[in-house]
C-alpha cells in the first residue's frame, strides 16, 4: 500500500510557465509534507516544507499547496527555469519518518 | 558547517559477499540518522532509522542490518549479498521539526553481481 503516490513520472514545460508537480497521500497521520529535488546520482536536496496545519507556504519561485480533505499537495514553480529539471520527490513525516512518493521528472525546455 | 560524509560512491560486489556501508555527520549533535534505498525509477525505501547510539529501527525486513557506534556514525551491513540488495543507497540525516528536510549524503550506487 502506497501512502504517497505521484500519479505523474513526468512533466514538460516551457521556460517562464509555471511548472505544477502533485502529490496525493492517503495516511491522515501525516504532520509534515516536504519536497526535494534530486538530480542522477545524487542525493535528494530539501526543497520546501508545510505543517498539516498550514494551506500554503511560499519561498521564492517555489510555493507549495496543501489540501487535507482531498489529501493532495502540489508544488508550484514561478517562473520554470532550465536549471529546475530534476527529478522532484513529494514526501510526507509521521513520528520523524518521512515516506517518498515515486518521484516525477521535470523538464523545463528552453 | 554541517556536512554529512557517505562512501564508496560505487560498488560491485558479488552474490553472498558481506557489504559495509559508512555513513558520518559533522557539525551537528544528537541528529536523526536514516538509511533509504532507491530502486530504479522508484522512490526512496526507509530501510533503518536511528534517534540515538544503538538505537536502530528496522521498517523493512530484509538481508540488511544497522549499526549507530557513534552518535554520529551509522552503518548499513549484510553478511552476505543477494541480487535483490542492488540499488541506490542514501544516508540521511535531521534535527528539529518535521518542517526541516533531511540532508542527504552522495549516496552508494551498490551492484549486486
Known amino acids: 500500500d502506497q501512502q504517497v503516490k505521484q500519479n505523474s513520472p513526468s512533466l514538460s514545460v516551457q521556460e517562464g510557465r509555471i511548472s505544477i508537480l502533485n502529490c496525493d497521500y492517503t495516511n491522515s497521520m501525516f504532520d509534515y509534507f516536504l519536497w526535494y529535488k534530486k538530480y542522477p546520482a545524487e542525493g535528494p536536496t530539501f526543497l520546501i516544507s508545510?505543517?498539516?496545519?498550514?494551506d500554503k507556504n511560499e519561498d521564492g519561485r517555489f510555493t507549495v499547496f496543501l489540501n487535507k480533505s482531498a489529501k493532495h499537495l502540489s508544488l508550484h514553480i514561478v517562473p520554470s527555469q532550465p536549471g529546475d529539471s530534476a527529478v522532484y520527490f513529494c514526501a510526507a513525516t509521521n513520528a520523524g519518518k518521512s515516506t517518498f512518493g515515486d518521484g516525477t521528472t521535470l523538464t523545463v525546455k528552453p | 558547517s554541517q556536512t554529512i560524509h557517505q562512501w564508496p560512491a560505487t560498488l560491485v560486489q558479488p552474490v553472498g559477499s558481506p557489504l559495509s556501508l559508512e555513513c558520518t555527520v559533522e557539525g551537528t549533535s544528537n541528529p536523526n540518522l536514516y538509511w533509504y534505498r532507491q530502486a530504479a525509477g522508484r522512490g526512496l525505501q526507509l530501510l533503518f532509522y536511528s534517534i540515538g547510539i544503538d538505537q536502530i529501527s528496522s521498517e523493512v525486513p530484509q538481508n540488511l542490518s544497522a549499526s549507530r557506534p557513534q552518535d554520529r556514525q551509522f552503518i548499513l551491513s549484510s553478511k552476505k549479498l543477494l541480487l535483490s540488495d542492488s540499488g541506490f543507497y542514501l544516508c540521511?540525516?535531521?534535527?528539529?521539526?518535521?518542517?526541516?528536510?533531511?540532508?542527504f549524503g552522495s549516496g552508494t550506487r551498490l551492484t549486486v553481481v
Open positions: 508545510i505543517s498539516s496545519i498550514k
Open positions: 540521511a540525516w535531521v534535527t528539529g521539526t518535521g518542517l526541516n528536510g533531511y540532508t
